[in-house]
């Protein structure tokens, strides 16, 4: 089975500074989708980004941009003038184009933005 | 816009009762998925639906649980004798389309189960 691995627990930026989370993946399929997705305390959780495997370029949306390193198996998340409301646990999903459904999930990052 | 909703937040129950946990899924999506996460742990896949039956199902869930949609709109997963170790955030999810394409799933807000 894939594994999604996110070693930063937790991890804190000053309002306006630029963040970096970490994600880590095991496969060994070719063609698979990437994902992070945002958790507000008591909150659903959202998509923030996501990230087919066969585009060579990294995924943008907006302040948020990836770092998609294939043969790495590496997929960071990059949060430029972070904003109070980015606050929230961040979950790093991995979910295979061809088997089925099912997402497989990091155990998530709680970032923290100090105003 | 359209969110996928859960009730009850909070459930606490004795161990060995039976639990129903209920999902309202966004009204034109197609598949259906029960998710959980213990405490401290990853967010681990449950089952999915489709068409009125499980496409797929982890080996987490056992003959202790089942799910149903028992009428246009609910999405329930029901945990039939419920032990310690059921305790956890259940989450509902929902997508338009099912694999072949990048489809994002759209969660509730979760469940939390507290098993005593």
């Known amino acids: 089975a894939q594994t999604v691995t996110q070693s930063q627990p937790e991890m804190s930026v000053q309002e306006a500074e630029t963040v970096t989370l970490s994600c880590t993946y095991d496969?060994?399929?070719?063609?698979?989708?990437l994902f992070w997705y945002k958790q507000p305390p008591s909150r659903q959780m959202i998509l923030v980004i996501r990230?087919?495997?066969?585009?060579?370029q990294n995924a943008t949306e907006n302040r948020f941009s990836v770092n998609f390193q294939k043969a790495a198996k590496s997929f960071s998340l990059k949060i430029s003038d972070s904003q109070l409301g980015d606050a929230a646990m961040y979950f790093c999903?991995?979910?295979?184009?061809?088997?089925?459904?099912?997402?497989?999930f990091g155990t998530g990052t709680s970032l923290t933005v100090i105003p | 816009e359209p969110e996928v909703t859960q009730t009850p937040s909070h459930q606490v129950t004795q161990m060995g009762q039976e639990v129903i946990l209920r999902c309202v899924p966004i009204?034109?999506?197609?598949?259906f998925y029960w998710y959980r996460q213990i405490l401290g742990q990853k967010v681990e896949f449950l089952v999915s639906?489709?068409?009125?039956?499980?496409?797929?199902k982890s080996e987490i869930f056992d003959d202790q649980f089942s799910v149903e949609r028992p009428d246009g709109s609910n999405f329930t997963l029901k945990i039939r004798s419920t032990k310690l170790e059921d305790s956890a955030m259940y989450f509902c999810?929902?997508?338009?389309?099912?694999?072949?394409?990048?489809?994002?799933?759209?969660f509730g807000p979760g469940t939390r189960l507290t098993v005593t």
């Open positions: 999810a929902s997508s338009p389309l099912g694999w072949g394409r990048p489809g994002e799933q759209y």
């Open positions: 496969t060994s399929e070719s063609d698979y989708y």
């Open positions: 990230q087919e495997a066969y585009k060579q």
């Open positions: 999903a991995y979910r295979s184009s061809d088997t089925g459904n099912q997402f497989y």
């Open positions: 009204s034109n999506h197609l598949y």
């Open positions: 639906f489709y068409n009125n039956e499980i496409s797929e």
